[in-house]
């Protein structure tokens, strides 16, 4: 995967052996942060590396934390010893280390030697030697993989055995696989066109004749779908305001709403931040009165500066908590896009199959109730509730709106709709619900 660079020539090897350092900083500060996109940004802007170094460190941690708890046990199966006993830095790249040496084929030796540079300066000699002792295990290491559906998923799919046993609960053998293999796939990029700037023929254009992206475009939404992770963020169109990045799977619930709100309408958007729903709602309807309420002043922050990126007009922002709105206005409609345990997003962030605690979709089962409390008491006669999450489990979304209109009887579901991961696409989950 990370093979067309020549480990032996000079110039190959610096920017080889930079991205395995890269790779290793990046794994140290994923164990305090727990999130892959802000470890990968703060290792990025520190220093002036290669772009090549960048990249191989990029696809080498996202393999690995695909992977973590896989390399994990190899690792500590190799080398007979709890993983937890060694230093971070030492753990960081034992984990680059082995993912190349066992998944990528990769001779421990040149892996060393790479490594060398950097790891000679931080750990000393001590810790190069253990590397080298540890990695010439893991080479000759072969699992004994049982034959049940827990040991495939384990060693095949790379997840943990409780993703899979929790799946099969919900979903059945069958689909549990075509759901693992789904996220694993490569991912495609969608980007939703600022039609108030732009037409999505003329975008398409543009990103397929000046930066030779390879792309389609989505039927009736706004959006193109673009084959694979193309840097877009970096891009003149970018800055300009003429399209945001979001999965348009994500949308679908928003793209109804755009048709069914009575004009000027008035909207609460409760879980808001970063805003790429209400932008694209408001895109779309431009005489709605809309407020916009988060808990994170960072992600209202990030909200507000993409807001003027795309010239559309601010909303009313509120800083506070979903579960008690300082307002006592009713709404015409009140988004609920609530935090969630992101089950569904485990194709675009691999690592996070690893990193989520298996009890964690029932804490944000109780956040979610309370939130649709709350919202009951906001939505006027007529009023719409959207209620959506990227979980996969039914807790998180089917068990919660039945909870919800047992409880609240003077609201009716419209529709709900669930879609699984495709090409590592967003398992999403939305619901429609009016108050009569
Ligand atoms: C799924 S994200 C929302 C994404 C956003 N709707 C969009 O389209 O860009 C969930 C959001 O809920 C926020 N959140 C978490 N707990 C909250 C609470 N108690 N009240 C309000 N917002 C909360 C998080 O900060 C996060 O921004």
Redesign the pocket.
Known sequence: MVGEIHPRKKQGFKIFSNGLELAVKILEILEKNKDMILAREQVFKGGNYYQKSKEIATIITNEVGRRLGVIDRIIEEAQGEELKKSSSLLRSALRVGSYLVYFDRKEPAGILAAMKPFLEKKGGIGLIKRLSYVLRKVSKYKPKVKADIEAVCFWYYFFPEWITRKMIESFGEEKTIKIMEEMNKTPYMSVRVNTRKISKEDLARILGERYQYELEIVKDMPFLKLEKNYPVMKIEEYEKGFFTVQDFVTAAGIKKMIYKLPEGATVLD?????????SYLMQERNDLKVFA????LE?LKRMIRDFKRLGIELPYIIKG???KVPLKIEFDFVHL???CSGSGTWGKHPERRWLTEEDHFKECII?QRE?LKEASRLTKKDGYILYSTCSLWKEENEDNISWFLSENRDFELIEEERSYPVRASTGFYHAILRKT
């Open positions: 409760c879980c808001s931040a970063p805003g790429r729903k209400l309420m988060d808990i994170s992600r908590t979903a579960t896009d609530v935090p956040i939130i």
